[in-house]
């Protein structure tokens, strides 16, 4: 009888532990917001966005944190649900394939990355995320992912997000991604900078040119910063389409991700419309079926 006693009183004080952790976390990301509310109210992107990346170490993280015009009571359900993240991850150019297995806490999201062109998934890269929701409460959403490796020995990938509501109308966000590379991964990016990629830019302004035009940053930073919005978009995308009938959300998805890119077309422009759509249309009704072994 007191080792139940016991372990009631244990398991109680975990629990007021947790919920005042929790609560931390809410208060540091509202004190974060309020940190950039100058940055979010000049923002360049014309809405209250700011985008940051670093470089360290061969280690490379990008960093979103926006208000969203969603209540906090549609951001935390729909962003909590894998099943969720694999409608949004699709709609990145380079994700050919989302599945999830598993059951919490071992729910796992299985991604397939490849090229910017339709293409065959054993031709393709498969990335294994560990999914967990370490915190859920009426105000605050914690989603984290993470990878031992991916592609050309790039390693160590996360994804997470977490959100807090700041009115009845509107949430805060704060999305990041990170993933480290070694030697191989370094000499494949250098290959792309110098050929495919040797014009593309980022978003951080470095400088300004010698007639005042800002200079933005290139190199795997810019490599960085335009998946890093493209993720964002994603969620964005994801998150207005919910109001729209559930069959018609998929379409909706992919032609306002596209839209959104377009939107930073100097940095994000990769392909047509309509190539864009056909090739998209195929990975969705592919996602329909089992993840190939």
């Known amino acids: ?43 360049p992107f014309r809405r209250p966005l700011v985008l940051k990346s670093t470089e360290s170490s061969g280690e490379l993280k990008g960093d979103v944190f926006a208000v969203v015009e969603q209540p906090f009571s549609v951001v935390g359900p729909a962003l909590q649900d894998p099943r969720h993240w694999c409608d949004l991850l699709i709609l990145h150019l380079n994700v050919k394939y989302c599945g999830t297995q598993g059951k919490s806490p071992d729910e796992v999201v299985n991604l397939v990355v490849g090229r910017k062109f339709d293409q065959p998934l054993a ?8 999914y967990g929701v370490p915190a859920s409460t009426a105000d605050y959403l914690r989603v984290q992912m993470a990878a031992a490796s991916g592609p050309l020995n790039t390693r160590d990938y996360r994804l997470a997000l977490e959100a807090v509501p700041l009115d009845a109308k509107r949430s805060f966000i704060h999305m990041s991604y990170a993933y480290a590379y070694g030697a191989a991964a370094r000499l494949a990016m250098q290959a792309y900078l110098v050929t495919a990629g040797r014009d593309k830019l980022g978003f951080s302004v470095t400088g300004t040119t010698g ?3 800002p200079e933005y940053v290139d190199g795997v930073r810019g490599v960085l910063e335009r998946n890093t919005m493209r993720y964002y978009l994603a969620i964005e995308t994801y998150l207005n389409a919910l109001s729209t009938a559930p069959g018609e959300q998929p379409e909706k998805r992919l032609r306002d991700w596209f839209a959104a890119t377009e939107r930073h077309a100097p940095q994000l422009h990769e392909m047509e419309r309509d190539e864009y759509l056909t090739m998209k249309r195929h990975e969705l009704q592919r996602q329909q079926s089992r993840l190939p072994g």
């Open 1 to 43: 009888m007191k080792t139940t006693w016991a372990r009631t009183v244990a398991l109680a004080l975990m629990l007021v532990a947790i919920t005042a952790v929790r609560a931390q976390d809410a208060a540091a990301l509202r004190v974060v917001h309020d940190g950039l509310r100058e940055q979010l109210a000049a923002s």
């Open 123 to 130: 031709d393709a890269y498969k990335v294994v995320f560990a």
């Open 211 to 213: 007639d005042g035009k």
